[in-house]
């Protein structure tokens, strides 16, 4: 469940449409790609050559911390600081198949965490929805809070141009 970086680890230059292509838009009543699976994989391949894992897992995520954000009331501005969060790990290439969903949800807590004034049931609440919606145990977890903090190196405050893309995106889902 560890973190290890395979050797991308530069996040100065985070893009936040790089793996959030504007050209392939998502949403409820949109089809993203009408492309034949291979040939599809393959263009996935060719954008992200320094990840392990395929863009559409990633959607499927960001759809399921969204999904989360608004059923405890997040505001668009923290699901969107938390996909920068995620992003910011898949582009250093530390997500794999068997800490994606810790990734994921621990990402929404500390994006909640740091973006909101949480009282103690909110933050239970928060809890008990990412354990719920992403199948995993809250004590795996909130020690795997400090693991992403020092994966992203503590800089949890975010630069607006990292924040504003996938929040617009948001909203205008809406």
């Not at 995520?61 to 600081?81: S, Y």
């Not at 995620?86 to 810790?102: A, D, I, S």
């Not at 990412?130 to 405050?157: G, H, K, Q, W």
Request: charged share 25%; with cysteine.
């Amino acid at each position: 469940m560890l973190l290890c970086s395979p050797g991308v680890d530069d996040t100065s230059d985070y893009d936040p449409n790089l793996l959030s292509d504007p050209q392939w838009p998502c949403g409820k009543h949109k089809r993203v790609l009408i492309f034949a699976s291979y040939m599809v994989r393959e263009r996935e391949r060719e954008r992200h050559t320094h990840t392990h894992t395929l863009f559409s897992p990633h959607t499927c995520l960001k759809r399921e911390m969204r999904t989360v954000g608004d059923d405890c009331g997040l505001q668009a501005v923290t699901v969107a600081m938390a996909f920068v969060y995620f992003e910011k790990l898949v582009l250093q290439g530390r997500l794999n198949k068997h800490n994606r969903k810790l990734v994921s949800g621990a990402c929404v807590l500390l994006a909640a965490k740091i973006s909101s004034d949480l009282k103690k049931q909110d933050v239970t609440q928060l809890i008990d929805k990412l354990e719920e919606r992403f199948r995993i145990s809250r004590r795996e977890l909130i020690p795997f809070e400090f693991t992403i903090l020092v994966a992203l190196e503590m800089a949890l405050y975010l630069p607006e141009g990292a924040i504003m893309p996938h929040y617009r995106r948001l909203v205008q889902q809406n």
